[in-house]
């Protein structure tokens, strides 16, 4: 039980960063300094228009994040399922 909840606050967290680095990001959580002071971590996020800014790869912003998204989500899967034991199937009869 204790595993399925770090698992789920893991992938939780993962979901909201990722939601953090994207376009979609509409919250002021902190001053204009940045997070902890580092300007990197700008309060209106998208972050990923702007590391992608200047490059071949800005007009395909979504794209990348949605791939991403999907890849990170898929390991967190594979660890998870590495992690956990599965039931052997037990007889009946």
Do not use: N
Request: glycine letters at 8%; aromatic letters at 20%; charged letters at 20%.
């Amino acid at each position: 039980m204790i595993r399925r909840i770090l698992f789920l606050s893991l992938t939780a967290l993962l979901g909201l960063w990722f939601y953090y680095i994207s376009r979609f990001w509409d919250f002021r959580l902190w001053d204009r300094d940045g997070l902890f002071g580092i300007e990197a971590l700008r309060p209106q996020g998208g972050l990923l228009a702007r590391w992608l800014r200047g490059t071949d790869f800005a007009p395909y912003e979504l794209l990348i994040w949605v791939v991403a998204f999907f890849l990170a989500l898929s390991i967190l899967q594979k660890i998870f399922d590495f992690f956990t034991p599965t039931e052997e199937p037990h007889d009946d009869g």
